[in-house]
C-alpha cells in the first residue's frame, strides 16, 4: 500500500462526504482535521518506522522526507478539490513543471500577483528549483514550499515538523508562533536576522487550505466559490 492508498484509507474511515460538506461550511475546521488526518496516516506509514532506519540512516531520511512530500500533495489535492477551490497540477511553463498553480496559469500570464505556485520538497533539487521559480514569479510571498521540516530560505514553507527531532518522534507543528530550533545545516551561516526572517515564513501545514482561501478571497478570484473564514 504506497501512501496514496494509506491517506485515502484514513479519508474513507472518516467519511470524505462528511469532510466535504465540514469544510463547506467552516473552512477553518480544516485545520484541526487536517493535523487528526494527517496522524492517521503517518502511523501507517512503513517508510518512517524507525525500525528501518538502522541499515543506511541516509536513505532513511529522503525515504521519510520523499513520502511525507509526497502525503502533502495527495492531500493538498484532495483538499483543493472537496472545498471546490480552484487550482491545475502539474502545469509546464517555460521548462519548468509547476506541481500546483492557484487558480490557474491563465490568471497567472495576466497577473502573476494574483497566483500563488506550491511546491513539494522530495529530493535535493529543490533549493536550485525555486532559485529558477523565483524568475518567472517575481512575487517572492506568492511561492509557497511544502517539506516536512523547515527549509532553509525564505519564502513561506509549509511544515509538518519542527525540526528532525520531533519527525522522528511524530510531534507535528502546530502554532506557527513557536521558536523553531535546529533546522539549518551545519555549513550554512546566518545573522540573528536572518533566522527571526525565516522562522516567520514557517506556517503549520494543517493551515494551509485556510491559507488559500484566504489568498483567494483578497485577491477577488471570479472562478473561486466563496467559502465562510469565520
Not at 496514496?4 to 485545520?31: A, C, M, P, R, T
Not at 529522503?62 to 480552484?86: I, K, R, Y
Not at 490557474?104 to 497566483?115: A, E, H, N, R
Not at 551545519?186 to 516567520?200: G, M, V
Request: proline letters at 3%; one cysteine or more.
Amino acid at each position: 500500500m504506497d501512501i496514496k492508498d494509506n491517506l485515502y484509507s484514513v479519508l474513507n474511515h472518516l467519511g470524505k462526504e462528511n469532510l466535504q460538506i465540514e469544510f463547506q461550511n467552516n473552512i477553518v475546521s480544516s485545520i484541526s482535521k487536517i493535523k487528526e488526518i494527517l496522524n492517521k496516516t503517518i502511523e501507517t506509514i512503513e517508510t518512517i518506522d524507525e525500525t528501518k532506519s538502522n541499515d543506511n540512516n541516509v536513505n532513511h531520511c529522503n525515504n521519510v522526507q520523499e513520502s511525507l512530500s509526497n502525503l502533502c500533495e495527495a492531500f493538498l489535492h484532495f483538499l483543493l478539490t472537496t472545498s471546490t477551490l480552484p487550482s491545475q497540477r502539474k502545469i509546464k511553463f517555460k521548462d519548468l513543471e509547476i506541481d500546483l498553480i492557484i487558480p490557474d496559469i491563465k490568471t497567472f500570464l495576466k497577473d502573476p500577483s494574483k497566483v500563488i505556485i506550491i511546491k513539494f520538497d522530495k529530493d535535493s533539487s529543490t533549493l536550485e528549483y525555486i532559485k529558477r521559480l523565483n524568475v518567472i514569479q517575481p512575487y517572492k510571498e506568492n511561492i509557497w514550499v511544502v517539506s516536512s521540516t523547515p527549509i532553509s530560505f525564505y519564502y513561506r514553507n509549509y511544515i509538518i515538523y519542527r525540526n528532525k527531532e520531533e519527525e522522528h518522534s511524530h510531534n507535528l507543528f502546530d502554532n506557527q508562533h513557536e521558536q523553531v530550533e535546529k533546522y539549518y545545516n551545519d555549513s550554512q551561516r546566518n545573522t540573528n536576522s536572518d533566522k527571526e526572517t525565516i522562522q516567520s515564513n514557517l506556517v503549520p501545514f494543517n493551515k494551509i487550505l485556510v491559507d488559500i482561501n484566504k489568498f483567494l478571497m483578497d485577491t477577488q478570484d471570479t472562478s473561486f466559490k466563496f467559502l465562510p473564514i469565520s
